[in-house]
């Protein structure tokens, strides 16, 4: 259990870090009062978590050996893509993010005619962290993870680290914005998926 919980905690935290998610949080936090805004963002990205582990355990089901095979692939996969993003990058780029972000809230808060006050910031704040954070790589990842380790090891290792990820960004997200390298938090994270590639390879298939 310490094991998944540890790698789901490294995984979202490091993934999260400057992702289009961490941007909504953030500017929802300059629009609205924190507070508010922290809870519908950590209660987004707990309920995605969860259906992303049961995801998961459904997997389960299917040949063991294949389970691995595959979520090494896919750790291969978005260690690639995120070396290769990153070689692509300037070294302070967070522009596209935050783009992506304040283009998915307006979206979002035509479609969701929500109040912007109490419960109805928290509301939106849920709404569109959920639907960001839907097919995202952490989401995909996390399903892997929690198909081949304990379930609620993983769980509480991605919740905490989506948490923590959250909690910088509406309390001190602009001020970490303008002074997290994207380019080095993208190199940081393609290491960390070859690195659970290459354990996940080593203690269930070598």
Not at 15 to 28: N, P, Q, R, V, Y
Not at 34 to 41: A, Q
Not at 158 to 165: D, E, K, N, S, Y
Not at 191 to 206: D, R
Request: proline share 1%; hydrophobic share 55%.
């Amino acid at each position: 259990m310490l094991t998944a919980f540890t790698a789901g905690l490294l995984l979202i935290t490091v993934s999260e870090l400057g992702d289009k998610t961490f941007f909504i949080a953030m500017i929802l936090a300059m629009r609205y009062p924190r507070r508010w805004v922290l809870v519908g963002v950590v209660g987004g990205l707990a309920a995605m978590t969860i259906l992303s582990v049961l995801m998961g355990q459904i997997l389960t089901f299917l040949p063991t050996r294949y389970i691995n095979y595959a979520e090494v692939a896919l750790f291969l996969i978005f260690g690639t893509k995120l070396l290769w993003d990153a070689q692509r990058m300037k070294a302070t780029a967070n522009l596209e993010e935050m783009e992506d972000a304040e283009k998915a809230i307006a979206s979002g808060e035509k479609k969701l005619k929500i109040v912007p006050r109490g419960w109805g910031i928290v509301v939106e704040s849920f709404a569109l962290t959920f639907v960001a954070e839907w097919g995202d790589r952490t989401q995909i990842a996390t399903i892997a993870l929690a198909a081949s380790n304990n379930a609620w090891g993983v769980s509480a290792g991605a919740i905490l680290g989506h948490t923590i990820c959250a909690v910088i960004a509406v309390m001190g997200g602009k001020f970490v914005a303008g002074r997290i390298s994207e380019k080095t938090v993208t190199l940081i994270g393609g290491l960390l998926f070859y690195l659970f590639a290459v354990v996940s390879w080593w203690t269930k298939i070598a």
